[in-house]
Nanobody, 114 residues
């Protein structure tokens, strides 16, 4: 069964940076678009970044220019480099296919606060 494990979250001050990682098991990782999602308290989960199997990327307007999604198919791992973090980036971050088709992982908490 495919599993997703997110890591790299933490507490960071506004303006700081974090790099999230998503490790996937299963052989389907390399042929599918992957995405990073986030869910803030009281809000619905939203897609913030997407990368195709060929490396094309798309971003939500709220993170464009600050976040960078990447992937290493051989390692079945996706990354989200987050720079210039703002308090409104505080959320639990998840990865999944884009659109999502795998069971959700536990996510990784990102808290941006001074």
């Amino acid at each position: 069964q495919v599993q997703l494990v997110e890591s790299g979250g933490g507490l960071v001050q506004p303006g700081g940076s974090l790099r999230l990682s998503c490790a996937a098991s299963g052989s389907i990782f390399s042929i599918n678009a992957m995405g990073w999602y986030r869910q803030a308290p009281g809000k619905e989960r939203e897609l913030v970044a997407r990368i195709t199997s060929g490396g094309s990327t798309n971003y939500a307007d709220s993170v464009k220019g600050r976040f960078t999604i990447s992937r290493e198919n051989a390692k079945k791992t996706a990354y989200l480099q987050m720079n210039s973090l703002k308090s409104e980036d505080t959320a639990v971050y998840y990865c999944n296919g884009a659109p999502p088709f795998m069971p959700w992982g536990q996510g990784t908490q990102v808290t941006v606060s001074s």
